[in-house]
């Protein structure tokens, strides 16, 4: 059994039985006979540590876990799935500008680089100021906790 949420494509949980060794099996949907408990588990990567009893109560459990500490943090960290699709669809567009007509792209590309300058520089001193540490920030962003400090820090008066 599994469980994913349609706004989190990549994302699958499920009950990954644990060994008697107390490994958890090595991938989901291996069938042992012998296991003596669930962990949570994700497509991702993602495993918890902790045990639960290798019951249908069990197996619940391990649902709620992967929902209240994997799935939900993730859900509240992605944008909107309806900017992600305008945003895409506007690199998109630009692409093809620039294939027709390549200097009203360059046009557009540098009004684009200045708004987005500074809301990436509002959103980092907003992120500070509601608590996300650096490494919070970088990851948000795809770069390391370092590269983040050094480009904010002049921002940002945390
Ligand atoms: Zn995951």
Not at 21 to 46: I, K, L, M
Not at 107 to 112: H, Y
Request: charged share 20%; net charge positive.
């Amino acid at each position: 059994m599994t469980f994913k949420s349609i706004d989190l494509p990549g994302h699958e949980g499920f009950a990954a039985p644990v060994l008697p060794n107390g490994e958890p099996a090595p991938s989901a949907g291996v069938f042992t006979r012998t296991f003596v408990g669930y962990q949570a588990g994700c497509s991702c990567g993602w495993a918890d540590r902790r045990k639960y009893p290798a019951t249908p109560a069990g197996a619940k459990e391990v649902e709620y876990r992967w929902w209240s500490r994997h799935a939900t943090p993730l859900l509240a960290a992605a944008p909107p799935g309806e900017l992600v699709i305008k945003s895409n669809l506007l690199c998109e567009r630009i692409s093809k500008l620039i294939a027709e007509r390549p200097v009203a792209a360059l046009t557009l590309l540098s009004q684009l680089e200045t708004w987005q300058r500074a809301l990436l520089e509002q959103a980092v001193a907003g992120a500070r100021q509601s608590g996300a540490s650096w490494s919070e920030v970088g990851e948000a962003m795809g770069i390391s906790k370092q590269s983040a400090h050094e480009r904010f820090r002049a921002h940002v008066s945390t």
